[in-house]
């Protein structure tokens, strides 16, 4: 079991271009989620998607899109990257979503915007 | 809006004693509280859940209290070791499919 995989794991963008992160988890969970971590503040979340089909806003989605391409797999999309958005993004998943799910993540991709 | 505190200040301590980390939130009191382990370069890694109605949990050297009325968990870790050295992470979940997570307090155990 590879548990939660992201690629890239290290991406440089210049401001304005677009890119694709991918995540994909083996464990046959039912929901998914792109977090981002900046420096002194905690994991925001961007998006989620309960279940195969769905997704809703976070926290802090705009500049963002996502795909649910199916139950193992989803995407976090930046349009036209900006320096803001230079963060670590994880993606995570859980069994269903309640309280008592353990969140399971990735090892993360560092984006860079110049 | 529900929100976290933890000492951004890192701690440092001796190995073979106990480390304690605080989790403070406002507002209303998450019905589960979670704490996680983050290392260098990482995600985050699940260690232990706690709900509202416990007042303690137990895991090998780990232990975390949820005070409701303080709106405080606690989270220690006995008998530390230098491989305990890790960013710890507090997450309170707030309904739906949503949990907030704290900035983490970094852990620095000496040998």
């Known amino acids: 079991n590879a548990g939660v995989t992201q690629t890239p794991k290290f991406q440089v963008l210049k401001t304005g271009q677009s890119m694709t992160l991918q995540c994909a988890q083996d464990?046959?969970?039912?929901?998914m989620y792109w977090y981002r971590q900046d420096p002194g503040m905690g994991l925001r979340l961007i998006y989620y998607s309960a279940s195969e089909g769905t997704t809703d806003k976070g926290e802090v989605p705009n500049g963002y899109n996502v795909s649910r391409l199916n139950k193992r797999e989803f995407s976090l999309r930046l349009e036209s990257a900006a320096p803001s958005q230079t963060s670590v993004y994880f993606c995570?998943?859980?069994?269903?979503?309640?309280?008592?799910?353990?969140?399971?993540f990735g090892p993360g991709t560092r984006l860079t915007v110049l | 809006s529900q929100k976290i505190e933890q000492n951004s200040e890192a701690l440092n301590i001796q190995e073979g004693k106990t480390a304690t980390l605080t989790c403070n939130y406002t507002n209303y009191s998450p019905a589960y509280l979670q704490w996680y382990r983050q290392d260098p370069g990482r995600g985050p890694v699940f260690l232990l859940l706690?709900?509202?109605?416990?007042k303690e949990k137990r895991k090998e050297r780990l232990k975390v209290t949820f005070d409701t009325t303080l709106k405080q968990s606690l989270f220690h870790i006995t008998a530390s070791q230098p491989a305990d050295s890790a960013t710890y992470l507090c997450a309170l979940y707030t309904g739906g499919f949503k949990t907030i997570f704290g900035a983490g307090t970094r852990l620095f155990v000496k040998a």
């Open positions: 706690i709900r509202e109605n416990e």
């Open positions: 464990m046959n969970h039912n929901s």
């Open positions: 995570a998943s859980t069994l269903a979503g309640g309280g008592t799910d353990t969140q399971y």
